[in-house]
């Protein structure tokens, strides 16, 4: 296994599962943009870990070949910190999708976000819910027909990386899972940045989207950014451009990651001489 990491085989990061999405889906394109990140990366299996949560996406975990935990909807960014936490020497990889990112699971991602855990969270972007069959998402259009929205829903759409940058996330890009190569390198970035990073794949769902994406318009509005932008603002002005679909990267700062500042508490603690059970529990007597 070590030495097919070495060579940089594609197959060696492949799961004994075959990718069960539907045909035409662009989870593939975005499995194997990651597959070639890794792959580039060398990063070792057996120090690799992907958390999911609940939906088409979620079961990324199934057909790579790493530690995999598959969850219950909208927690799987509580269990990566928690896994970084508990062992620092993992790569901790975080594949979901909108619904459950930012429906359900969307009021972790703020304090993920400020606590800067070393993860990498690959949010699925296809604006529909696609495992359910068919209903309207977080990032669904205003004025859209699903299952649930029969007469067409009454809220804007939420902006994933706009979110993020909001948030203070210290990585934020955008890729598509159309554009695999460049997605492939923005990956690559997100792992290697110490700290919380957040890439948004705008993708598509080959069985319930087809009638409010077209992909063709969508390409027609898509430019790259050379360079993260020079402040904030700049940033959330990009993601948040009505017009043109920007891709690359918004946000790439660096601050001290959860572990940094675990590791410093944990020192001051112990020099402090009172980290005891006996003297927390004195406190609340």
């Given at each position: ?9 594609f ?8 990718p069960?999405?539907?045909p ?44 995999g ?5 909208g ?49 699925f ?18 004025h ?7 007469y067409?829903?009454?809220?804007d ?10 948030y ?13 190569e ?12 110490p ?59 660096e601050?001290p ?9 944990r ?19």
């Amino acid at each position: 296994m070590e030495s097919d990491v070495q060579q940089g085989t594609f197959q060696c990061y492949l799961g004994n599962l075959d990718p069960v999405w539907c045909p035409g889906c662009g989870d593939f394109s975005v499995l194997g943009a990651f597959i070639e990140a890794a792959r580039k990366l060398g990063l070792p299996t057996h120090k690799l870990a992907l958390v999911s949560g609940i939906g088409c996406s979620s079961r990324f975990p199934f057909f790579v070949k790493a530690y995999g935990f598959h969850g219950v909807h909208g927690r799987a960014l509580p269990i990566a910190q928690g896994l970084k936490l508990a062992n620092p020497e993992l790569t901790v990889v975080v594949p979901g999708g909108d619904g459950d990112g930012l429906a359900i699971g969307g009021g972790h991602l703020p304090h993920v976000a400020r606590n800067n855990p070393d993860i990498t969270y690959i949010l699925f972007n296809n604006s529909i819910y696609g495992l359910t069959k068919g209903q309207a998402s977080p990032t669904s259009a205003r004025h859209l027909s699903t299952k649930t929205t029969p007469y067409g829903l009454m809220t804007d759409a939420v902006n994933p990386s706009f979110l993020a940058l909001t948030y203070g996330a210290t990585f934020v890009a955008r890729g598509a899972a159309v554009k695999r190569e460049h997605l492939s390198n923005l990956i690559m970035q997100g792992i290697q940045h110490p700290g919380f990073s957040f890439i948004e794949v705008i993708t598509s769902c080959s069985s319930f989207n087809t009638k409010h994406v077209s992909i063709t318009k969508v390409l027609q509005r898509m430019a790259y950014l050379d360079n993260p932008a020079e402040d904030n603002m700049e940033a959330m002005r990009l993601a948040a451009d009505p017009q043109t679909i920007y891709l690359g990267v918004f946000r790439k700062v660096e601050r001290p990651t959860l572990s940094d500042n675990t590791e410093r508490t944990r020192t001051v603690a112990q020099k402090s001489g009172t980290a005891t059970v006996e003297t927390l529990l004195r406190q609340f007597a």
